[in-house]
Protein backbone atom coordinates (compact mmCIF):
# COMPACT_ATOMS: atom_id res chain seq x y z
CA UNK A 1 0.00 0.00 0.00
CA UNK A 2 2.82 2.26 0.96
CA UNK A 3 3.80 1.50 -2.69
CA UNK A 4 0.77 2.75 -4.20
CA UNK A 5 0.45 5.90 -2.22
CA UNK A 6 3.95 7.15 -3.25
CA UNK A 7 3.69 6.42 -6.76
CA UNK A 8 0.10 8.24 -6.62
CA UNK A 9 1.33 11.56 -4.38
CA UNK A 10 4.54 11.79 -6.18
CA UNK A 11 2.14 11.45 -9.50
CA UNK A 12 -0.07 13.95 -8.72
CA UNK A 13 2.83 16.31 -7.79
CA UNK A 14 4.40 15.52 -11.32
CA UNK A 15 1.05 16.36 -13.05
CA UNK A 16 0.67 19.58 -11.32
CA UNK A 17 4.30 20.76 -13.21
CA UNK A 18 2.76 18.91 -16.61
CA UNK A 19 -0.37 21.43 -15.62
CA UNK A 20 1.85 24.00 -15.57
CA UNK A 21 3.79 23.19 -18.98
CA UNK A 22 0.38 23.30 -20.36
CA UNK A 23 -1.61 26.71 -18.92
CA UNK A 24 0.57 28.99 -21.49
CA UNK A 25 -1.09 26.52 -24.26
CA UNK A 26 -4.84 27.20 -22.61
CA UNK A 27 -4.19 30.49 -21.66
CA UNK A 28 -3.51 31.63 -25.49
CA UNK A 29 -6.08 29.40 -26.52
CA UNK A 30 -8.73 31.43 -23.72
CA UNK A 31 -7.60 34.36 -25.20
CA UNK A 32 -6.87 34.74 -29.08
CA UNK A 33 -8.63 31.30 -29.73
CA UNK A 34 -5.52 29.34 -31.30
CA UNK A 35 -4.16 26.18 -30.53
CA UNK A 36 -0.05 26.72 -29.87
CA UNK A 37 1.16 23.95 -30.51
CA UNK A 38 5.41 25.82 -29.56
CA UNK A 39 4.69 25.78 -25.95
CA UNK A 40 6.94 22.65 -25.51
CA UNK A 41 9.78 24.88 -27.11
CA UNK A 42 8.60 28.24 -25.16
CA UNK A 43 9.19 25.85 -21.97
CA UNK A 44 12.63 24.93 -23.43
CA UNK A 45 13.10 28.36 -24.66
CA UNK A 46 12.68 29.95 -21.21
CA UNK A 47 14.54 27.02 -19.24
CA UNK A 48 17.61 28.45 -21.26
CA UNK A 49 17.54 31.87 -21.07
CA UNK A 50 17.19 31.59 -17.51
CA UNK A 51 20.34 29.44 -17.42
CA UNK A 52 22.40 31.77 -19.25
CA UNK A 53 21.36 34.77 -17.00
CA UNK A 54 22.53 32.56 -13.98
CA UNK A 55 25.91 31.58 -15.85
CA UNK A 56 26.38 34.94 -15.78
CA UNK A 57 26.35 35.66 -12.01
CA UNK A 58 23.01 36.88 -11.56
CA UNK A 59 21.38 35.56 -8.55
CA UNK A 60 19.03 32.88 -9.74
CA UNK A 61 15.63 34.72 -8.84
CA UNK A 62 16.72 37.65 -10.61
CA UNK A 63 18.21 35.70 -13.18
CA UNK A 64 13.77 33.96 -12.99
CA UNK A 65 12.40 37.35 -13.29
CA UNK A 66 14.68 38.75 -15.78
CA UNK A 67 13.70 35.87 -18.00
CA UNK A 68 10.39 36.20 -17.73
CA UNK A 69 10.52 39.87 -19.15
CA UNK A 70 12.90 38.33 -21.80
CA UNK A 71 10.12 35.29 -22.50
CA UNK A 72 6.90 37.94 -22.08
CA UNK A 73 8.91 40.65 -24.35
CA UNK A 74 9.38 37.65 -26.83
CA UNK A 75 5.43 36.85 -26.90
CA UNK A 76 4.88 40.59 -28.08
CA UNK A 77 7.36 39.86 -30.82
CA UNK A 78 6.09 36.72 -32.07
CA UNK A 79 2.15 38.64 -32.50
CA UNK A 80 3.88 41.56 -33.95
CA UNK A 81 6.09 40.23 -37.01
CA UNK A 82 4.44 36.69 -37.10
CA UNK A 83 0.94 36.55 -35.89
CA UNK A 84 -0.27 39.81 -37.09
CA UNK A 85 0.67 38.56 -40.78
CA UNK A 86 -2.00 35.50 -40.33
CA UNK A 87 -5.38 37.76 -39.85
CA UNK A 88 -7.82 36.67 -42.23
CA UNK A 89 -6.02 33.33 -42.56
CA UNK A 90 -7.53 29.89 -42.14
CA UNK A 91 -7.08 28.88 -38.49
CA UNK A 92 -5.03 25.61 -39.33
CA UNK A 93 -2.11 27.65 -41.11
CA UNK A 94 -1.96 29.60 -37.48
CA UNK A 95 -1.66 26.29 -36.02
CA UNK A 96 1.11 25.66 -38.68
CA UNK A 97 3.14 28.30 -38.40
CA UNK A 98 3.23 27.61 -33.90
CA UNK A 99 4.21 24.05 -35.07
CA UNK A 100 6.63 25.40 -37.26
CA UNK A 101 8.22 27.97 -34.38
CA UNK A 102 8.34 24.63 -32.21
CA UNK A 103 10.41 22.90 -34.57
CA UNK A 104 12.39 26.05 -34.89
CA UNK A 105 13.22 26.53 -31.47
CA UNK A 106 14.19 22.71 -31.03
CA UNK A 107 16.81 23.13 -33.30
CA UNK A 108 17.34 26.42 -33.10
CA UNK A 109 17.97 27.14 -28.88
CA UNK A 110 19.99 24.05 -28.16
CA UNK A 111 22.34 25.35 -31.10
CA UNK A 112 22.93 29.02 -29.86
CA UNK A 113 23.49 27.93 -25.95
CA UNK A 114 25.07 24.37 -26.37
CA UNK A 115 23.28 20.92 -26.55
CA UNK A 116 25.22 19.54 -23.00
CA UNK A 117 22.91 19.49 -20.36
CA UNK A 118 22.78 22.48 -18.51
CA UNK A 119 21.73 22.56 -14.59
CA UNK A 120 19.67 25.16 -12.55
CA UNK A 121 19.80 24.92 -9.19
CA UNK A 122 17.32 26.48 -6.80
CA UNK A 123 18.78 25.34 -3.61
CA UNK A 124 15.78 22.74 -3.12
CA UNK A 125 18.15 20.09 -2.31
CA UNK A 126 18.01 16.10 -3.10
CA UNK A 127 16.99 14.75 0.13
CA UNK A 128 13.21 13.49 -0.50
CA UNK A 129 10.58 14.32 1.98
CA UNK A 130 9.39 11.60 4.24
CA UNK A 131 5.83 11.19 5.46
CA UNK A 132 4.74 8.38 7.21
CA UNK A 133 6.41 5.76 4.69
CA UNK A 134 6.10 7.69 1.73
CA UNK A 135 8.95 8.93 0.20
CA UNK A 136 8.20 12.46 -1.91
CA UNK A 137 11.00 13.88 -4.54
CA UNK A 138 11.83 17.40 -2.22
CA UNK A 139 11.53 19.57 -6.45
CA UNK A 140 7.98 17.78 -7.13
CA UNK A 141 7.01 18.85 -3.96
CA UNK A 142 7.98 22.02 -4.37
CA UNK A 143 7.02 22.40 -8.03
CA UNK A 144 3.75 21.37 -7.39
CA UNK A 145 2.94 23.66 -4.89
CA UNK A 146 4.46 26.71 -7.30
CA UNK A 147 2.37 25.35 -9.83
CA UNK A 148 -0.50 25.57 -7.73
CA UNK A 149 0.25 29.28 -7.31
CA UNK A 150 0.60 30.20 -10.54
CA UNK A 151 -3.00 28.51 -12.15
CA UNK A 152 -4.77 29.95 -9.12
CA UNK A 153 -3.21 33.58 -9.76
CA UNK A 154 -4.32 32.80 -13.83
CA UNK A 155 -7.89 31.76 -12.47
CA UNK A 156 -8.40 35.29 -10.81
CA UNK A 157 -6.41 37.47 -14.44
CA UNK A 158 -9.76 36.18 -16.20
CA UNK A 159 -11.99 37.54 -13.33
CA UNK A 160 -10.29 40.67 -13.97
CA UNK A 161 -11.21 43.47 -16.13
CA UNK A 162 -8.28 42.55 -18.49
CA UNK A 163 -8.51 39.30 -18.68
CA UNK A 164 -12.68 39.35 -19.62
CA UNK A 165 -11.30 41.73 -22.79
CA UNK A 166 -9.07 38.82 -23.51
CA UNK A 167 -12.11 36.21 -23.56
CA UNK A 168 -14.24 38.19 -25.76
CA UNK A 169 -11.56 38.86 -28.17
CA UNK A 170 -10.97 34.81 -28.48
CA UNK A 171 -14.55 34.60 -29.08
CA UNK A 172 -15.23 36.86 -31.79
CA UNK A 173 -12.51 38.88 -33.48
CA UNK A 174 -14.53 41.17 -35.39
CA UNK A 175 -16.86 41.72 -32.48
CA UNK A 176 -14.05 42.94 -30.53
CA UNK A 177 -13.12 45.21 -33.14
CA UNK A 178 -15.98 46.49 -33.48
CA UNK A 179 -16.54 47.78 -29.74
CA UNK A 180 -12.72 49.19 -29.96
CA UNK A 181 -11.05 46.27 -28.80
CA UNK A 182 -7.38 45.73 -29.21
CA UNK A 183 -7.42 42.35 -30.50
CA UNK A 184 -3.41 42.80 -31.86
CA UNK A 185 -2.50 43.54 -28.24
CA UNK A 186 -4.82 41.05 -26.83
CA UNK A 187 -3.15 38.47 -28.40
CA UNK A 188 0.29 39.90 -27.60
CA UNK A 189 -0.64 39.98 -24.37
CA UNK A 190 -1.61 36.38 -24.25
CA UNK A 191 1.67 35.01 -26.27
CA UNK A 192 3.62 37.30 -23.40
CA UNK A 193 1.44 36.17 -20.49
CA UNK A 194 2.09 32.46 -22.07
CA UNK A 195 5.65 32.96 -21.75
CA UNK A 196 6.40 34.20 -18.01
CA UNK A 197 4.11 30.60 -17.65
CA UNK A 198 6.38 29.04 -19.75
CA UNK A 199 9.47 30.42 -17.46
CA UNK A 200 7.65 28.99 -14.31
CA UNK A 201 7.52 25.32 -16.23
CA UNK A 202 11.19 25.82 -17.44
CA UNK A 203 12.52 26.37 -14.52
CA UNK A 204 11.11 23.67 -12.29
CA UNK A 205 11.55 20.60 -15.07
CA UNK A 206 15.25 21.84 -15.92
CA UNK A 207 15.86 22.26 -12.04
CA UNK A 208 14.64 18.25 -12.11
CA UNK A 209 16.05 16.92 -15.25
CA UNK A 210 18.43 19.58 -16.41
CA UNK A 211 17.93 21.93 -19.28
CA UNK A 212 18.51 20.67 -22.97
CA UNK A 213 16.12 20.22 -26.19
CA UNK A 214 14.31 17.52 -24.67
CA UNK A 215 12.51 19.95 -22.09
CA UNK A 216 10.67 20.55 -25.48
CA UNK A 217 8.81 17.42 -25.25
CA UNK A 218 6.75 18.07 -22.46
CA UNK A 219 4.38 19.41 -25.18
CA UNK A 220 3.31 16.00 -25.15
CA UNK A 221 1.99 15.20 -21.79
CA UNK A 222 0.73 19.58 -21.98
CA UNK A 223 -1.87 18.66 -25.06
CA UNK A 224 -3.18 15.20 -23.29
CA UNK A 225 -3.79 17.64 -20.46
CA UNK A 226 -5.34 20.04 -22.17
CA UNK A 227 -7.32 17.99 -24.21
CA UNK A 228 -8.50 16.21 -20.88
CA UNK A 229 -9.51 19.54 -19.05
CA UNK A 230 -10.60 21.01 -21.83
CA UNK A 231 -8.04 23.41 -24.37
CA UNK A 232 -10.06 26.58 -22.89
CA UNK A 233 -10.39 25.78 -19.31
CA UNK A 234 -8.10 26.54 -16.30
CA UNK A 235 -9.72 24.95 -14.21
CA UNK A 236 -9.42 21.86 -16.47
CA UNK A 237 -5.63 22.56 -16.38
CA UNK A 238 -5.43 21.76 -12.78
CA UNK A 239 -7.65 18.66 -13.14
CA UNK A 240 -6.06 17.12 -16.27
CA UNK A 241 -2.78 17.39 -15.31
CA UNK A 242 -3.66 15.63 -12.02
CA UNK A 243 -5.24 13.02 -13.65
CA UNK A 244 -2.43 12.50 -16.74
CA UNK A 245 0.33 12.67 -13.66
CA UNK A 246 -1.11 9.86 -11.36
CA UNK A 247 -1.98 7.67 -14.11
CA UNK A 248 0.75 8.08 -15.81
CA UNK A 249 2.55 7.21 -12.60
CA UNK A 250 0.95 4.25 -11.19
CA UNK A 251 0.31 2.15 -14.09
CA UNK A 252 3.58 2.40 -15.31
CA UNK A 253 4.74 1.70 -11.54
CA UNK A 254 3.35 -1.43 -12.05
CA UNK A 255 3.26 -2.06 -15.94
CA UNK A 256 6.84 -1.48 -16.14
CA UNK A 257 8.31 -4.09 -14.81
CA UNK A 258 6.71 -6.77 -17.02
CA UNK A 259 6.55 -4.61 -20.61
CA UNK A 260 10.05 -3.45 -19.85
CA UNK A 261 9.76 -0.25 -19.56
CA UNK A 262 8.38 3.40 -21.40
CA UNK A 263 4.82 2.67 -21.06
CA UNK A 264 3.80 6.21 -18.82
CA UNK A 265 4.04 7.89 -22.90
CA UNK A 266 1.56 4.73 -23.86
CA UNK A 267 -0.82 5.59 -21.25
CA UNK A 268 -0.82 8.79 -22.47
CA UNK A 269 -1.48 8.38 -26.17
CA UNK A 270 -4.10 6.11 -24.82
CA UNK A 271 -5.43 9.04 -22.83
CA UNK A 272 -5.69 11.42 -25.56
CA UNK A 273 -7.27 9.46 -28.17
CA UNK A 274 -9.94 7.72 -25.16
CA UNK A 275 -10.43 11.45 -24.44
CA UNK A 276 -11.20 12.69 -28.12
CA UNK A 277 -13.25 9.34 -28.82
CA UNK A 278 -15.53 9.92 -25.71
CA UNK A 279 -15.26 13.35 -24.81
CA UNK A 280 -13.78 15.72 -27.57
CA UNK A 281 -14.03 18.89 -25.84
CA UNK A 282 -12.88 17.38 -22.31
CA UNK A 283 -13.85 17.57 -18.96
CA UNK A 284 -14.63 21.25 -18.66
CA UNK A 285 -14.09 22.27 -21.84
CA UNK A 286 -16.36 24.64 -23.75
CA UNK A 287 -18.54 22.43 -26.15
CA UNK A 288 -19.11 24.37 -29.46
CA UNK A 289 -21.23 22.59 -31.66
CA UNK A 290 -20.21 23.52 -35.43
CA UNK A 291 -22.88 22.39 -38.66
CA UNK A 292 -20.38 20.70 -41.49
Same mark, same amino acid.
Given at each position: ????????????????????????????????????????????????????????????????????????????????????????????????????????????????????????? /????? *?? +? $??????????? !?? =? &? #?????????????????????????????????????????????????????????????????????????? /????? *?? +? $??????????? !?? =? &? #???????????????????????????????????????????????????
Amino acid at each position: MAYFIELLVNGALVGLMYALAALGFVLIYKSAGVPNLAQGALVMMAAFLVWFLGSLGLPIWIAILAGAALMFGFGLLVERLLLRRMVGQPVIMVVMLTLGMEILLRGLIPGVFGASPKSID /LGIGL *AP +V $IVADVFMNRAY !LI =G &G #LVALLLIGASMLFFRTRLGTKLRAVSDDHVASWAVGLSVERAIGLSWGIAGIAAVGAGVLWGSVQGVDWTLSTL /LFPAI *AV +V $ILGGIDSIKGV !LV =G &G #LAVGILGSVIPGYLDAYAGGSTRDVVTSVIILLTILVRPHGIFGREDIERI
